[in-house]
């Protein structure tokens, strides 16, 4: 094929076992001129002042490449940042889903509301959802809500205050707390 023959645009296959020729260069027929002897000598300060010059460009060139990266990395954390955001207030609301699971299943729900349920959290849990069942625990204001109170029993109430049912299960997103369980506490 000439280049007479080849049309920008048009799609040239060569068949898989066509060796496909090396493309020619010309060959350069101009004279290159010589170039003239630089002068040894700064008498005249002419190559100090280009040395400053180069000196004060590469300084401004990395300054701009630093300030770049520095961009660069600023936008790459605020981009995260709102994809995590977003995924955070998409898992708080769906918790009352949850909690609906929850009620149906603590109120006779059958299989279904079971595999639903389960196949919700399990695909959240992937993600980085954790469910905080504290019963039987120490009771923690971070991870719990006291919303009621029953009187201790006496030698069980030496470790503090202890979560004695859940009323309402709280989450984590990722290892942070993002909703406390709701607890009755004793002691």
Same mark, same amino acid.
């Given at each position: 094929?000439?280049?007479?023959?080849?049309? +920008?645009?048009?799609?040239? !296959?060569?068949?898989?076992? /066509?060796?496909?020729?090396?493309?020619? =260069?010309?060959? &350069?027929? #101009?004279?290159?001129?010589?170039?003239?002897?630089?002068?040894?000598?700064?008498?005249?300060?002419?190559?100090?002042?280009?040395?400053?010059?180069?000196?004060?460009?590469?300084?401004?060139?990395?300054?701009?490449?630093?300030?770049?990266?520095?961009?660069?990395?600023?936008?790459?954390?605020?981009?995260?940042?709102?994809?995590?955001?977003?995924?955070?207030?998409?898992?708080?609301?769906?918790? +009352?889903?949850?909690?609906? !699971?929850?009620?149906?299943? /603590?109120?006779?729900?059958?299989?279904? =509301?079971?595999? &639903?349920? #389960?196949?919700?959290?399990?695909?959240?849990?992937?993600?980085?959802?954790?469910?905080?069942?504290?019963?039987?625990?120490?009771?923690?204001?971070?991870?719990?809500?006291?919303?009621?109170?029953?009187?201790?029993?006496?030698?069980?109430?030496?470790?503090?205050?202890?979560?004695?049912?859940?009323?309402?299960?709280?989450?984590?997103?990722?290892?942070?707390?993002?909703?406390?369980?709701?607890?009755?506490?004793?002691?």
């Amino acid at each position: 094929m000439s280049n007479a023959d080849f049309q +920008p645009g048009a799609a040239q !296959a060569a068949p898989d076992d /066509a060796e496909v020729p090396e493309p020619s =260069v010309p060959e &350069l027929t #101009a004279e290159v001129e010589p170039v003239p002897d630089l002068p040894l000598s700064d008498e005249g300060g002419e190559l100090t002042e280009i040395a400053r010059q180069r000196d004060a460009y590469l300084d401004a060139l990395r300054r701009v490449q630093a300030e770049f990266d520095n961009y660069r990395k600023r936008v790459d954390r605020q981009y995260r940042d709102t994809v995590e955001l977003a995924a955070t207030s998409l898992v708080k609301k769906l918790l +009352p889903v949850l909690d609906t !699971a929850d009620l149906a299943l /603590a109120h006779g729900g059958g299989e279904d =509301v079971k595999q &639903l349920a #389960a196949a919700l959290f399990d695909t959240l849990a992937k993600e980085g959802l954790e469910r905080i069942d504290p019963e039987g625990q120490p009771f923690d204001p971070e991870h719990h809500e006291a919303v009621a109170h029953e009187p201790g029993t006496g030698e069980a109430d030496e470790g503090g205050p202890q979560v004695s049912e859940v009323l309402r299960a709280g989450y984590r997103w990722k290892g942070r707390a993002l909703r406390p369980a709701m607890v009755t506490v004793r002691g």
